[in-house]
Structure formats: structure tokens, C-alpha cells
């Protein structure tokens, strides 16, 4: 897959985006610790927590993507579409996240019932709280996260959706870690630059899921499968 | 929310009715009713909670695991692997399956198993004693399968039931507490701990222990505990949390003061005259709790249908067993009919009303406004024509007396004073608001500390006045012109002609058969009034003044309002214009203060009534605002419209989910995954429809109520760090 490394680039940069939103989780959880040690080790069971989430989350969209290809008749490239979709979508947040376009509509102010059960994670001590606090957030909606997941679904393997989430998953490490570590490390100049790449990286990737879609249209309808590094021992 | 009062056969938290019981003194409904209870009792941070949150949170982790194995034995057709690295791979995925299912069964499966058992000795069938048979038959055929014979193996249909069931209630308990949060608010704005003035000092003691009659210090910036007699100094007191009134007012010694209030200035000693469970912010609670049980027409629908749902249910369920094992075995009849228990389960359809109402009555509550019983909600959305009593509802409340013409038989200031003297007896005996007019006037002039020995007998005429005796057996009456002469009093033409030219109300006052005196007021508009008007006329009501007061006084302010009106009406004639109106327009309103107009709120489908102030439970009206502002009119029935459309929507949603559902169900072509996962939606769609009217609630010009309470949607969404400065920080860069 020669996605993955531009998939962990994008989860790397792509998280700077994300700091806006799942930040303070990660300094909540700081804000507790005495060293910076436990901190670290408190900050590294959160992200394990979370891409535990993505995982199990592309895994299911891989399977579904796989049981779409197979249920849909062989004419329609279901891997492709998926991927052409899956581009559009993270060229879509990239732009939103350069701000080139605005978007139209806010964000309604539905309630958020999950927030209390995240809430209560977040102020636990334990390192279980830790860990479901990170398995809770990486359920919580994040364009990013599904543009990802449409990706995963496009691989129509349910191995290599996972594999792709979790290092998405990886990816994000260093950035919410980072946060949760200083909060202040990078200057408020610096930040806003990182989040411009950022969203140009999240671009690139959409650009380039697109691109392979359209390469696939013309190819057979399981050739994506042959890019799964765990299949090829079964066929 | 007090539950003291509720029969034991009506649900302890919410209210809704379950069969009768006598084998314990709390019955829940369901689970999420029992939920909610819990964690109300406990307050939200106690140990218990977060186990409870975190028992979930693990078994969402295994399940995660499970379904994870499951979709990778799922997967075998595709990849087409054989030879015995393959089987062996997948025995260890079905193993693995179990080993993450059971720490799941036995996390979850509890509180359900019990709440299942505890239905089952009061003879219930419910919901849970299904889903419970469901679980326990999955999770053993699939033992045994994994152990004795080679068939599938269904330990994710088990975990996904229990985490739909936990996840489902879970949020029916917080959208149910979320939706009470109004009331709850309230009762967070009496302080915990109270200063105590003892004989030699102070002493800081809880709030319940502090007894009636007991002296307690309020120092400025804090919050009044509980209602009593202000002993020690006077100074300014917030009261909007009772009045709606943002302006501070100013109380002296002997006044009264209510718990919950702010004072603003001086430190101020207490004398109190109520309890925690007798003071005004309780009774403004219960007053709101009793109106969360009455019951609407659907409500009561719905509940009658969830009476004959669950033994229907639980039927058909068994119906679909028998005709899929007939048909294609045991494996088949099992899943059919599970996904028919999980897809019927009524949660839905009972939540539909009851919670949309009580997240729209928590929100009126936080704006002043008291809805009675859940009915008149329904009713302020039907309302087509508006009646408003004029004085002291349309114009300001407060009224003063601007001069007073005394007949040409009175002259000294002696005379005067004795007009002043009889005035404020009589006045008195009213709490209409010219009469109340007078008597502030007649204070404000000594009036009543003078020699005066009334016999004491005095009586209102509701609408026209008040008439007493004096020791001499002579008649005194303070009221209209038609009053008084009714009675046969003289009036002189001087002030005939005095009351004629008014342009402003006007009372009379007489005795000797004789009127002695005219008072005449001075009485303006609200400057709300025609802003409310405009926006009550665009909502599409017909608007209309009823007052006793003279034609060309109404039509002054009717002209100003661009409404129409009936001026010179009795309180009967009130009535029989209200009924009238009722044939031509269907559903009518009053608006009033509530006193002197209580036949007509009574009498109108529906009765407002403003200024409740301290009287919450005034009977006559379905909706008691607290303060006077017009401005709520108009929000409270885009309120009460929006609420029916919501209650309508989430109806024909669960309505419409389960008819859809069940059918796809018995005929088997649901998997149970996927009616759980169903199942949550279905509830999550009912919540968050019934919890948007709190997110989107419409705006009163006013909002000055928001500084003291935030609503709902804000407190809970923020979640909060403890870095507050990095939070900012970081929110910068965005």
C-alpha cells in the first residue's frame, strides 16, 4: 500500500487540525499527573485507547467495503468509487481547513449526550479511565476520521482498513501527545503554520485516493485486494 | 424532584404508570427511570456512578474486540483458506470470541437480569425479561456450539444486545436528567451551609437543620436560604429567580424575603419563616412536578398502547420462533426472533411525549413561566384568539394615584384626611391593582396610623368594588361610578362630569349615600406591549381587550395596540363574551393578573395569569408567569407550537420504526445487530428531537435570565479542563 506512509504523514499533520477539538482531552488528562513522566505514560495509554477505535472502526469499514464489492454486481467498481469518494471528502476538509471556503451552515448545537461519559473518563485517575477516555474519543465525529474511514472501505479488505486506521492512529500520536505534554511547546505563529501544511497534506491524500480510484476503474474489480499484505499467504 | 406525593403505582422518577405493587414502595417503569433515580440521589460524581460508567466502557472495549474476531470468521468464504493452519485459526478466533463475550455478560448482564427478575415477582412482563431470555439464549447456544458441534457461533449478537440495552437507557437517563435540569438549577441556588446567629455566635449549620424562627446572617453577594422576615438592615435584594424583575428592589425591615434571592448589598440578618420543603422555590417545584404528571390526551394514548405492547411483543416473538424453527431450525428461529424483541422494544414510544414536555416545561420554568399541568402546553399551541384584562396587564402594574377631586361638602384638610383613612380600610380589602394604588397612596400619607375604629366588616365585589360597614351601621363603598350608584348612592354633577372627562381609570369612594370622592389614576402603557402584540398578531392569534374600564379609555390603549376591545364589562360579561368568541374562533386565552379576573382565566380554555409572584398555585389560571413582561407571550407559544410538532414527530417516528422494524423482523430479514443498533438509534432520535427544544429554544427579547441560568445545552456541552487558560489558548489558533 503505498498510501500508508502519506496516510501517517496526514494523521501527523492532519491532528493539528484535530487539536482544536480532542486538545483539551489531552490536556485534561495531563492536568492531573505530578511529573511529566506519568503524564507521558498517561498521554501514550489515551492514544493507545483511540487507536484501538480507529482500528476496530476500519476494520468494519473494510469488511462492509469488502461485502459492498462482493453483494454489487462486477460492473460497478465498488474499491474505486470508494476511493474516488474517499478523496473527495478529504479534499473537502483539507479546503474547509485552509480556509479558502467557509463553510455555509454552523454547527447545530445538538446536546452532546456522550460528552457526560467522556467527561467522567477524562477526570478519572485510573489508567482504565485513561484508556476508555481514548477508546470514547475516537468514536467522536471528526470529518477527518471518516474521510479516512471511506479510504478504508475503499481498500474492500477488512485487514487493510485496519491496518490503514491504525496508523492514521499513529499518526496523530505525536501532535495530541505533544499537547498533552506542554500545551505551549510550539508558538501560537508556528501553530497556525503547522495547521496550514496540515491541511494541505489532507489534501494531497485526497488528491491522490482520487487518483487511485480513477486508476482502478479500469482495472479488475479485486486487483485492490492484491495490495493486502496478509492476503497474499491465503490466495 | 419530590417524589413523595406520587401513588405507588406510577413510576417513582418519571411518572408513568406501572401495574400495581405491593413489594416495594419505589417502582421504575424501566431501567432508565431507575437510572436516573440513582444517579439524581447520588449526585453525579459519586464512586458508584463511575463504576457503573465504567463497567460500561470495559464491556464497549470487549464488545469492540468481539465483533472485531466475529468479522474476521465472518470473512472465511472470501479468502477461501483451508488446511489446518486454518482451522486452527479459526477455533482461536471462536475462543476468542467467548473469552471477550463473557467479561461483557457478566459486566452488563446484571442490572438487566435483575431488573428482569425483580418485573417478573410482581407479575410484569416487560421488555427486559425478553431481551434477558434473548442474551442468555444466545450466549448458550453459542457455548454449546463452540464446545459440542461445529455450528456458528453468536456471542457478538449477546454482547450487542447488552451494550445497545445499557447504551440505550444510559441516554434516556441522562436525556431524562437533562431534561429536568430547570428544576434542578433552582434548587442549586440555595446555599448548602447557613450562618446561624446563635446566643453567643455564630454558627455554620445545613441548610435543613436551620428551623423556623431561627436567626440567620446573609452577607452581600450571597444567596438568601430560605424565605423569612428581613430583622436587619435594609438594602437592595436581586429577586429576578422569583419576580422576573431584573431590577434589584429595595427591601426595608419587616419586608419579606424568599429563599434563592440575592442580596446585593448590606449584611442583612433574618428571621426565618420557612423550611427548606415549605419555602417558595419548592413549592414553585413542586408546583412544575405536578404538572409533569398530569397527562395529555397522547400521553395517555401512548401509555395505553405501551400496556398492551410489551404481552403483544412478547407474542409475536414467540409467534416467529415457532413458524422459523418449523421452517428453517433452531439457529434461525433464535435470531428472528430476537430481532423482533430488540426492534419492538417500546422504549421509544414511551419516552415520545413525556420527554419532550418536560424539556419544554424546564425551559419555561427557567424563564418564570409555570405551566400548571402538562395539558396547557398542548393548549397555548391550539390557542386562536388572545383576551387580555387592561389594567395591570396591558398597562404598567404599577399604577399611582395622580389626584384625587373631592365633592364640594368636604372641605377642611380634616375631611380629607378622613376620605385618606376610609379609603385605605376599604382598600384593603382588595388586591386589585387601583385598589392596591390607593392604599400605597393612603400609607404613603400616614393615613392609617389615624383614629379610625371600623367595624371590620368588609366585602369585594369581584370586578366592581369593595363595600364595608361603619360602626354606625352606615355603607361605605370604594369602587366604579356603576357600583356606587348601584348601591343608590348620589353622585353630584360636578363629579360626574369630573369621571366623565378622565382619560385615565378612576375609582370612586363614598358614604352617607353620597360619592365624597373620585381618585384618578395615573396609568401607562407597558413598554413591552406593542412589541408582544405585533409578534402574538404574526403568530396569528385574534387579539382582544376585555376590561370593566370606560369606552374611551380602552379604545386609547386599543388604538395604540392596533387591537380590538370590550370596554364597560361586569365580570359576567366577560364570560359570556369569552364563550362567544369561543363558537366564532375556537380555542381562547386570557391573560390576567389572575385576582380580580379568576371567572374569566377559569373560563377560558385556557388561563394565564401574570405576577404570580409568591402565589404559584393560584387556581384559577394553567400558566403562572412570575413577573409581568409581555414579551414571554409570544416565546412561550412559538414554544408550546414547537413542542406539539416535536411530540408529533417523535410519535410517528417510534410509531412508524416499529411497525416497519417488526415486520422486517418476524419475517427474518433483520439481523439482531442490527435491531439494536436500531433499538439506540430509535431512542437517541427521540432524545435529541425532544432535547433540541432546549438547544434551539426560541429567544425572548429579555435574556438577562441567561447570566443567572445558563440553559441547558451550554453547561453540558462545555466539557471542561482545568486549564482554563491553555483551553482559551488553544482555542485561539482555530
Known sequence: MIELPLVFTSGILGSSHCIGMCGPFALAIGSESISWKANLVRQLIYSVGRIFTYTVLGATAGFAGMRLAESLPSMVNVPAMLAIFAGLFLVYQGVLATGLIQRKWKKANLPCLSGSILKSFLSGRSYRDMLLAGVFTGFLPCGLVYAFLAMAAGTANMFAGALLMAVFGMGTVPIMVATGLGGSLLSIASRKKLFHAAAWSVIIAGCLSIGRGVAFFGTDVHAAESACPFCHDGQ | MTNSFRPSDSCVYCGLPVAPSNAEDRVYCCLGCRIADSLQARGDETAQNRWALAKLGIAIFFAMNVMMFTMALWSWDVYDISGDTALVLRDLLRYACMAFASPVLILLGGPLFESAWDSLRKNQITTDQLL?????????????????????????????????????????????????????????????????????????????????????????????????????????????????????????????????????????????????????????????????????????????????????????????????????????????????????????????????????????????????????????????????????????????????????????????????????????????????????????????????????????????????????????????????????????????????????????IGWNRQVQAVFLFDESMRPEAAEAMDQLRRLGLHLEILTGDRQHRAAAIANQLGMQFQAELLPNDKLERIKQMRQQRGAVGMVGDGINDAPALAEADLGLALDCGADVSRDAADICLLGSTLERLPWMIQLARKTKRTIRQNLFWAFAYNVVGIGLASSGMLSPIFSAVAMVGSSLFVIGNSLRLTANAPETASSNHDALMPPASVTHSQLESKDNRSLADLASVK
Open chain 2, 132 to 508: 434477558a431470555i434473548g442474551v442468555i439464549a444466545a450466549f448458550a447456544y453459542s457455548t454449546f456450539s463452540l464446545l459440542k458441534s461445529q455450528q456458528h457461533v453468536y456471542f457478538e449478537v449477546a454482547c450487542m444486545i447488552l451494550i445497545a440495552v445499557t447504551v440505550g437507557r444510559w441516554m434516556e437517563a441522562t436525556g431524562k436528567l437533562k431534561a429536568n435540569q430547570a428544576l434542578q438549577s433552582m434548587q442549586k441556588l440555595l446555599p448548602e451551609q447557613v450562618r446561624r446567629i446563635g446566643p453567643t455566635s455564630d454558627q455554620t449549620v445545613e441548610l435543613h437543620q436551620v428551623e423556623i424562627g431561627d436567626l440567620v446572617r446573609v452577607l452581600p453577594g450571597e444567596r438568601i436560604p430560605l424565605d423569612g422576615i428581613l430583622v436587619d438592615s435594609a438594602g437592595d435584594v436581586d429577586e429576578q429567580i422569583v419576580t422576573g424583575e431584573s431590577q434589584p428592589v429595595c427591601k426595608s425591615t419587616g419586608d419579606g424575603v424568599v429563599g434563592g434571592t440575592l442580596n446585593l448589598s448590606t449584611e442583612k440578618q433574618i428571621r426565618v419563616t420557612s423550611t427548606v420543603q415549605g419555602g417558595m422555590i419548592q413549592r414553585m417545584m413542586n408546583s412544575v412536578a405536578a404538572s409533569l404528571e398530569a397527562k395529555t390526551p397522547e400521553q395517555k394514548l401512548a401509555d395505553r398502547l405501551t400496556h398492551w405492547f410489551v404481552p403483544a411483543v412478547a407474542l409475536l416473538a414467540a409467534f416467529t420462533f415457532a413458524s422459523h424453527y418449523h421452517a428453517a431450525g433452531f439457529q434461525s428461529a433464535l435470531m428472528s426472533s430476537l430481532a423482533v424483541v430488540l426492534i419492538a422494544c417500546p422504549c421509544a414510544l414511551a419516552i415520545a411525549t413525556p420527554l419532550a414536555l418536560w424539556a419544554a416545561m424546564g425551559l419555561a420554568a427557567q424563564r418564570q413561566v409555570l405551566f400548571r399541568n402538562g395539558d396547557a402546553l398542548g393548549k397555548l399551541a391550539k390557542l386562536n384568539a388572545l383576551c387580555f384584562d387592561k389594567t395591570g396587564t396591558l398597562t404598567s402594574g404599577a399604577i399611582r394615584v395622580k389626584s384625587v377631586e373631592f365633592s364640594d361638602s368636604l372641605v377642611t384638610p380634616a375631611d380629607a384626611e378622613f376620605v385618606w383613612t376610609v379609603a385605605h380600610w376599604l382598600s384593603a380589602g382588595s388586591s386589585h391593582a387601583l385598589a392596591t394604588a390607593i392604599r400605597m397612596d393612603a400609607r404613603a400619607r400616614d393615613a392609617n396610623n389615624r383614629q379610625f375604629e371600623p367595624t371590620g366588616q368588609r366585602e369585594e365585589r369581584s370586578g366592581q368594588g369593595v363595600l364595608g360597614l361603619f360602626a354606625n351601621g352606615d355603607q361605605a363603598a370604594l369602587g366604579s361610578l356603576r357600583f356606587l350608584l348601584e348601591l343608590g348612592f348620589k353622585v353630584s354633577p360636578a363629579l360626574q362630569e369630573i369621571h366623565d372627562q378622565a382619560t385615565a381609570p378612576t375609582t370612586c
